[in-house]
C-alpha cells in the first residue's frame, strides 16, 4: 500500500499542487517532483474525470440524500476525493489496496497544513491566478511552491501507515 501522489486544484479547475512520490528500489520517497506537469493532460483528464463523477452521482441520487464522492479505482490505482467549501479539491491517488476511507486525512491536509501555511501566508496569492498582460490571453496559473507547507504535508503523510 503506498501513496503515488497528492494533488491540489483551485475553484477554476486549475492543477496548483502536484506532489509524486517515488517508491522504487534504492529510491526516497521524497525524492519525485514537485509541481511538474502540474498543466499536463493526464492532470486535466482527472479533474474532468472528478467533474463528471459528481454530476453523474448527483443525478443518480434523490435529492433528500446527501451522496459525495470519495474514491474510485481506475486499474491499478484508487483516487481518494475530498472538496472544501471553497471547492478547493484534494485529491490522494494510492494502490487499488488502500480501501479504507481517507477523508479524514485529506480534511487534515486541508484544515491543518493548506489553511495554516497557503491560506493564512500574506504572500500566497489569493486566487492562484494571474494575468500577465491581457487578461483575455495570457493567464497563467500558479502554483503552491510554499517550502514549509511541502515539508509539513510530506512529513504527515510519511507518518500513515499507507504510505
Not at 498543466?39 to 446527501?66: C, M, Q, R
Not at 484508487?78 to 476511507?101: A, G, M, P, Q, Y
Request: aromatic share 14%.
Amino acid at each position: 500500500m503506498t501513496i503515488h501522489s497528492f494533488i491540489i486544484f483551485d475553484r477554476h479547475c486549475n492543477c496548483i499542487y502536484k506532489r509524486e512520490y517515488s517508491h522504487e528500489l534504492n529510491n526516497n520517497p521524497l525524492s519525485g517532483p514537485i509541481n511538474k506537469n502540474n498543466d499536463s493532460n493526464s492532470s486535466k483528464l482527472l479533474f474532468g474525470i472528478l467533474y463528471s463523477l459528481k454530476t453523474i452521482a448527483s443525478k443518480l441520487i434523490p435529492e433528500d440524500n446527501i451522496n459525495e464522492l470519495r474514491s474510485f479505482n481506475i486499474g491499478d490505482f484508487r483516487i481518494h476525493f475530498w472538496e472544501s467549501l471553497s471547492r478547493f479539491k484534494f485529491i490522494l491517488i494510492t494502490n487499488k489496496e488502500v480501501n479504507i476511507d481517507l477523508q479524514s486525512i485529506l480534511f487534515q491536509l486541508y484544515s491543518k497544513y493548506f489553511i495554516k501555511y497557503v491560506v493564512e501566508n500574506g504572500l500566497s496569492p489569493i486566487e492562484f491566478k494571474y494575468y500577465e498582460k491581457d487578461p483575455k490571453e495570457n493567464e497563467v496559473s500558479a502554483k503552491i511552491n510554499n517550502g514549509k507547507f511541502i515539508e509539513e504535508t510530506d512529513k504527515y503523510l510519511q507518518t500513515l501507515s499507507i504510505f
